[in-house]
T-cell receptor, first 110, second 113 residues
Framework: DAKTTHPPSMDCAEGRAANLPCNHS???????VYWYRQIHSQGPQYIIH???NNETNEMASLIITEDRKSSTLILPHATLRDTAVYYC???????????FGTGTSLTVIP | AAGVIQSPRHLIKEKRETATLKCYPI?????VYWYQQGPGQDPQFLIS???????DKGSIPDRFSAQQFSDYHSELNMSSLELGDSALYFC????????????FGPGTRLTVT
């Protein structure tokens, strides 16, 4: 599976947009980008995923660059409850497992 | 909406004992995954099942085994427990196919003393 890199920690003011970057420069054409988050020892929570096109759902938006080597997760109006560790995962079509790697710890500040 | 159910939520065992963790997937999900998360670590994939057959294997110790039953629930059996097995164990389920998201349960916290 392609490796992902992202900043170990970020802060965001409450009510502002949180933009979480992720680099996946070795991604191949059939690999999807997934975002999950984990709030203090709870089960990881699915946020969004995409292949090539930008995606939006009720939680977030996913912007994938045209060359697919990086992506950004956008939480449009961060709240204190969005404080969590966010994982960017690239998933191959040859396996079912997710390799979580080291996430980005997002702290939303009042 | 129905979620993944795991039992028990907490389990305390002594070294060299055995433990069985159970996972009940979301209805109509026939793929189940197990992950282990040690203290301060990221989740690590252990094993997955699709239609009652093992589909992928990760860093699962030989002391551990798992299976999926005809009702799609899964059990993770852990023998000769070691202190290092103390961790959160998450089960996830999904529809079949690599492009479907996995939904995680609340986890079982196993403490080995």
């Amino acid at each position: 599976d392609a490796k992902t890199t992202h900043p170990p920690s970020m802060d965001c003011a409450e009510g502002r947009a949180a933009n979480l970057p992720c680099n996946h420069s070795t991604i191949s054409g059939n690999e999807y980008v997934y975002w999950y988050r984990q709030i203090h020892s709870q089960g990881p929570q699915y946020i969004i995923h995409g292949l090539k096109n930008n995606e939006t759902n009720e939680m977030a938006s996913l912007i994938i660059t045209e060359d697919r080597k990086s992506s950004t997760l956008i939480l449009p109006h961060a709240t204190l409850r969005d404080t969590a560790v966010y994982y960017c995962i690239v998933r191959a079509d040859t396996g079912n497992q997710f390799y979580f790697g080291t996430g980005t710890s997002l702290t939303v500040i009042p | 909406a129905a979620g993944v159910i795991q039992s028990p939520r907490h389990l305390i065992k002594e070294k060299r004992e055995t433990a069985t963790l159970k996972c009940y997937p979301i209805p109509r999900h026939d793929t189940v995954y197990w992950y282990q998360q040690g203290p301060g670590q990221d989740p690590q994939f252990l094993i997955s099942f699709y239609e009652k057959m093992q589909s992928d294997k990760g860093s699962i110790p030989d002391r551990f085994s798992a299976q999926q039953f005809s009702d799609y629930h899964s059990e993770l059996n852990m023998s000769s427990l070691e202190l290092g097995d103390s961790a959160l164990y998450f089960c996830a389920s999904s529809l079949p196919g690599f492009h479907y998201e996995q939904y995680f349960g609340p986890g079982t916290r196993l403490t080995v003393t």
